[in-house]
């Protein structure tokens, strides 16, 4: 049988996890049954240069942020039998699956990329980073001491001696490390060090959208003053837009990114506008400055 086209792989395994769309996923499978082994097993080049199956893809995706939902389209493809690994583990934040997953696969432990040294695990609880620690994984490299939380100038020293804007094998950089750990002290004294502010990662991301994903306030002030650049998943929502979707929406931020440039106040999440979606979310306080800014928009036009 005569693989999918790519066209219909793409929708299955990128597009519509992207989107959490289990409903629309299982009406291609049915509609293209002989299809089925390629569309969940079959795998395609992605991010990173690697290879990508429908699952892998869906994990990678849920350590981004605002793409939390992908964890339940990797529930999903698990159910059509898919193999429960290591990074499923972290990705649904199942400890118990995780120590199973390297007991039967030590070397995992000390990989030739220190587990570490991967999003997934920058990103995943601190208790995941402390089983590592416990089975001896090599914490030696300054990007995973920046993930399991080595002091600031300890980590700053080797950042500097280490020329200060290398990256990691996934193309982040010393300052995205840090504030995709949410090391807002860390991440202000390596953009006092000369840090580049404007090397994106590997993805595409630059260090002022990680700063308000990650709700880093003073990092993040300190980069819209300089005019640091918006990045792929900025220009695609909308910088505003991103901080308010943010895992930790801060008012300080948004209030900086609107006195900086507020052309992005009639945007809508979900159909909602900003405000009502605030409101909506429990995020009073900020709703109530978006609605204040609204109005002081309309009195100057």
């Not at 989107?19 to 009406?27: A, I, L």
């Not at 695990?121 to 920046?146: C, H, M, N, R, Y």
């Not at 505003?240 to 052309?263: G, N, T």
Request: negative net charge.
């Amino acid at each position: 049988m005569g693989k999918i086209s790519r066209k219909d792989w793409f929708r299955f395994a990128v597009a519509l996890p992207e989107e959490g769309d289990v409903e629309s996923m299982q009406q291609i499978l049915d509609s293209t049954p002989e299809h089925a082994d390629d569309l969940l097993f079959g795998t395609r080049p992605g991010p990173d240069n690697g290879n990508y199956s429908a699952i892998s893809y869906s994990v990678w995706l849920s350590t981004l942020p605002g793409y939390s939902h992908a964890k339940d389209v990797v529930r999903w493809l698990l159910t059509k039998g898919h193999d429960y690994d290591i990074w499923c583990a972290l990705a649904l934040e199942d400890e118990k699956g995780f120590k199973i997953a390297l007991d039967n696969n030590p070397s995992l432990v000390d990989a030739k990329h220190s587990l570490f040294d991967m999003k997934i695990v920058e990103l995943a609880e601190s208790k995941f980073q402390d089983i590592l620690i416990e089975l001896g994984a090599d914490i030696s490299s300054p990007f995973t001491q920046i993930a399991v939380g080595i002091d600031d100038k300890t980590i700053l020293k080797v950042g500097v001696d280490c020329l200060i804007n290398i990256k990691d094998h996934r193309g982040s950089t010393f300052l995205i490390s840090a504030l995709t750990a949410g090391r807002d002290s860390l991440a202000c004294k390596l953009i006092e060090a000369g840090a580049n502010v404007n090397d994106p990662d590997g993805d595409g991301y630059t260090a002022l959208e990680m700063a308000c994903v990650h709700g880093c306030t003073q990092s993040g002030v300190k980069l819209i003053d300089m005019g640091a650049a918006t990045g792929k998943l900025g220009k695609r929502r909308g910088l505003l837009r991103l901080a308010i979707e943010s895992d930790h929406p801060d008012v300080v931020i948004i209030k900086k990114i609107l006195e900086s440039d507020a052309s992005d106040l009639n945007k809508k999440i979900d159909g909602k506008s900003l405000p009502r979606w605030c409101e909506d979310n429990g995020y009073i306080e900020i709703s109530t400055m978006l609605r204040e800014y609204k109005k002081q928009k309309l009195q100057i036009n």
